[in-house]
């Protein structure tokens, strides 16, 4: 199975108030975990990517950050946010120990900064 | 620089009209080219990887095709259920795939 599962599935948040957003992933061991954003009329972006427990490599600068506290487990932060931060936030995976690593996506997150 | 230009960005199709989606892409040491489909509110569904030039992926009723500039997504006899956003996506370094802005399909009854 190749389940990822993110939560909130939605949320409004005021300009100015932390954000967290969980990532958790099953039917596997060890996997490359990443987060990226999708806003309105672009690509995806690449924000975050982790290899491992504690290892976190940023794509963007930015006022979000991405910690990895278990195997499973991908958060994604931000102390305070901005209205730029609105947007559809998509937690993916690839798995060790498959070829030419697939990248699968989760449900994402839709966050309204207002 | 590498990049990823999808065309058109919208297509309308009568239920069983045949058409095609483009994904051309400049990118140094492609590593794979990845088709995704895309409903609303949704998280990408993975379809294909093609890895290398003359390459040749079908599911149901999409065929995805390769060559060393460009990327094509047949789609044969469409259904309204085959309405989405169809994603391309080349990865070119080892952690990071650079996406299309997805050419968004409706289909016609």
């Known amino acids: 199975s190749q389940t990822i599962h993110q939560w909130p599935a939605t949320l409004v948040q005021p300009v100015g108030s932390p954000l967290s957003l969980e990532c958790t992933v099953e039917?596997?061991?060890?996997?490359?975990l990443y987060w990226y954003r999708q806003a309105a009329g672009r690509g995806l972006q690449l924000l975050f990517y982790s290899v491992g427990i504690g290892q976190i490599s940023s794509e963007v600068p930015q006022n979000l950050s991405a910690s990895r506290p278990q195997d499973r487990q991908f958060i994604l932060s931000s102390k305070k946010l901005l209205l730029s931060d609105s947007g559809f936030y998509l937690c993916?995976?690839?798995?060790?120990?498959?070829?030419?690593?697939?990248?699968?996506f989760g449900e994402g997150s839709w966050l309204t900064v207002v | 620089e590498d990049q990823v230009t999808q065309s058109p960005e919208a297509l309308r199709l009568q239920e069983g009209e045949s058409s095609s989606l483009n994904c051309s892409y400049t990118v140094s040491g492609l590593r794979g080219l990845f088709w995704y489909r895309q409903d609303p509110g949704k998280g990408p569904e993975f379809l294909f990887t093609l890895y290398s030039a003359g390459e040749e992926k079908e599911k149901e009723r999409l065929k995805a095709t390769l060559t060393k500039k460009e990327s094509f997504l047949h789609i044969t006899a469409p259904k309204p259920e085959d309405s989405a956003t169809y994603l391309c996506?080349?990865?070119?370094?080892?952690?990071?795939?650079?996406f299309g802005t997805g050419t968004r399909l409706t289909v016609i009854p």
């Open positions: 993916a995976r690839t798995d060790r120990g498959t070829s030419r690593n697939t990248i699968y």
């Open positions: 996506a080349v990865q070119a370094g080892a952690n990071n795939l650079f």
């Open positions: 039917g596997t061991s060890n996997p490359n």
